[in-house]
C-alpha cells in the first residue's frame, strides 16, 4: 500500500494542495517532507505525535523527513488556533528549549538510515541573521494585506486583535518553506489543520520568488486533521495537566496509563492515527472491541506499541510491572525506581526515624485521622504494608518495611495508597 493509501485508510488526511499531484509526485521519486516544531516548552507532548509520527510514516515509505525546529519562529508566536497573544519568551530560554527538542526528536525519528535519512534544522540559522530590510524587501512585497488577511490563522484573531509581530509568522514560516525548498529540495510541507494558511503561503512564496526563473516549481501541503475525543475533552491532557514525551516530565507509566485508559469509543482512531500496525490486525482489534469489549485487548495493545514507540521496550516492561503489581495489590517486587514512577502523585511522608509505631506512622501521615481510627483501621484489617495486611496494634514498622530502604508503601481500604519515604 502506497504511502497516500495508507494515510486515506487511516483517516490521516484533513487535506491537500493537489491530491493527483501529490500521489503522482510520491510515487515518482524519494520527496523530502518537513514539519515545524516551535520550541515552547522544553519538551514535546501527546499533541505532537501525529506530526512526528507522520514524519516516520513518510520515512518508512522511502521519504526523507525533515524535523524544522522553530528557534526563529519559536520566538515570535504562530497565532494559528489561538484567541490571545502568546507571552514571548527570552531568547536564551527560547535556545534552551529548542536543544531539548531535538534531541528528544533524535530519539523519536531514524537519524542514521542513509539516504533517507531525518535531518533536523532549525530555522533560527536563517531568520535570526536576516535585517529588517531583507525581510521587507526579500519576502513581504510577495504578499498582499487582503491575501493575509483572508487566511484563518489571521482572519480568526482581527475582532480580538492580533499584533504585528504574529501578523507576520505567516511570513516568517514562509521563509522556512523556501528556506528548505533551496537548500534541501524539499517538496512537501506537512502539519495539522490550523496550519493550512500558513503552508499554502509558503508555496505561493515559493513560486512568486522564482517566477523569473525558468524552472518547473512542484510543491505540495498536507494537513492532518485535528484530534478530538468522543467525550469532548481536550486530547492529550489529563488532571495533572499535558502529557509530555520527556520520562521526566510523564513517567512511562503515567505514559502507559493515559493510553490504557482510551474510551472504547476512541481506541481504534488512535491505533490508526498512531501506531504502525497492519490493517489486517487493526481489523481484528476493531473485533475485539466490540465482541469483548471488557477485556480491553484494543487498548493494551495501543498502550503497548505508544510506550514502546516513545520510550523503548524496558521502559515499557517497567510499566506493565507496575500496572500489575497495582492491580493486584502484590507489591513485594517493586523497585524504588518502579515507585517511584507508581506512586509519583500519592501522598508521600517523609521521616528519618528507623522505626515508628503502625498506629503513629498512621496518624502522622495523615493515613489516619486519629490514633483512636488508626486502631480501629488496624484492628478492621484496612491496613496493609507493602500489600501485605498488617492487623497486630503493636507493630513496628521499621527497616524490613523498606523497599530499598527508601519507601514504604501503606494502603488504606481497597484504593487508597500512601508513600512512607525515608531521608537518609
Keep these: 500500500m502506497d504511502i497516500l493509501k495508507d494515510l486515506e485508510k487511516r ?224 486530547f492529550g491532557k489529563t488532571a495533572g495537566g499535558a502529557v509530555w514525551l520527556d520520562p521526566e516530565k510523564t513517567t512511562p507509566y503515567e505514559f502507559y496509563q493515559f493510553w490504557i485508559n482510551t474510551d472504547d469509543r476512541d481506541v481504534m482512531k488512535f491505533l490508526y492515527y498512531f501506531t504502525f500496525l497492519e490493517h489486517d490486525e487493526l481489523d481484528q482489534l476493531q473485533q475485539e472491541i466490540e465482541n469483548h469489549p471488557e477485556n480491553r485487548v484494543a487498548q493494551k495493545r495501543l498502550a503497548e506499541e505508544m510506550t514502546r514507540e516513545v520510550h523503548d521496550q524496558e521502559a515499557l516492561e517497567q510499566a506493565q510491572k507496575i500496572s500489575a503489581s497495582l492491580f493486584s495489590g502484590d507489591l513485594k517486587d517493586l523497585s524504588a525506581s518502579d515507585i517511584g514512577q507508581g506512586f509519583k502523585d500519592v501522598p508521600t511522608y517523609e521521616t528519618s526515624e528507623p522505626e515508628t509505631g503502625l498506629v503513629d506512622l498512621l496518624v502522622n501521615a495523615s493515613i489516619s485521622s486519629s490514633k483512636r481510627q488508626a486502631r480501629e483501621d488496624i484492628k478492621n484489617g484496612a491496613i496493609y504494608i507493602n500489600g501485605e495486611r498488617q492487623q497486630d496494634l503493636q507493630y513496628l514498622v521499621n527497616g524490613e518495611d523498606r523497599i530499598e530502604d527508601k519507601f514504604t508503601i501503606i494502603r488504606r481500604g481497597k484504593k487508597k495508597y500512601y508513600l512512607i519515604s525515608y531521608k537518609n
Excluded at 536563517?126 to 504578499?143: P, Q
Aim: net charge negative; aromatic share 8%; proline share 2%.
Design 11 to 234: 483517516n490521516l488526511i484533513h487535506q491537500t494542495t493537489d491530491d493527483e499531484g501529490l500521489a503522482k509526485h510520491l510515487n515518482e521519486k524519494q520527496v523530502t517532507v518537513y514539519c515545524g516544531f516551535d520550541p515552547t516548552a522544553d519538551s514535546l507532548h501527546l499533541g505532537h505525535l501525529v506530526p512526528i509520527t507522520m514524519l516516520k510514516r513518510f520515512q518508512k515509505a522511502g521519504h526523507r523527513p525533515i524535523a524544522l525546529i522553530g528557534g526563529g519562529t519559536g520566538m515570535i508566536g504562530d497565532p494559528s488556533g489561538r484567541s490571545t497573544e502568546r507571552s514571548l519568551n527570552e531568547a536564551d530560554v527560547v535556545h534552551g528549549y529548542s536543544d531539548k527538542i531535538k534531541q528528544q526528536l533524535a530519539e523519536l525519528l531514524d537519524f542514521d538510515s542513509g539516504s533517507n535519512a531525518a535531518v533536523a534544522r532549525n530555522n533560527h540559522d536563517w531568520l535570526g541573521s536576516m535585517t529588517v530590510i531583507d525581510f521587507l524587501r526579500d519576502a513581504g512585497k510577495h504578499f498582499g494585506i487582503n491575501y493575509m488577511l483572508g487566511k484563518e490563522s489571521v482572519s480568526a484573531r482581527i475582532e480580538q486583535g492580533i499584533s504585528f509581530t504574529e501578523f507576520s509568522y505567516m511570513i516568517l514560516q514562509s521563509l522556512d518553506f523556501m528556506k528548505l525548498y533551496e537548500e534541501e529540495n524539499c517538496t512537501l510541507q506537512i502539519g495539522g489543520s490550523d496550519q493550512w494558511g500558513n503552508i499554502t503561503a509558503g508555496m505561493e512564496l515559493i513560486r512568486r520568488s522564482r517566477e523569473d526563473l525558468e524552472e518547473e516549481i512542484d510543491v505540495f501541503g498536507l494537513t492532518v486533521p485535528l484530534i478530538t475525543k468522543a467525550d469532548g475533552t481536550k
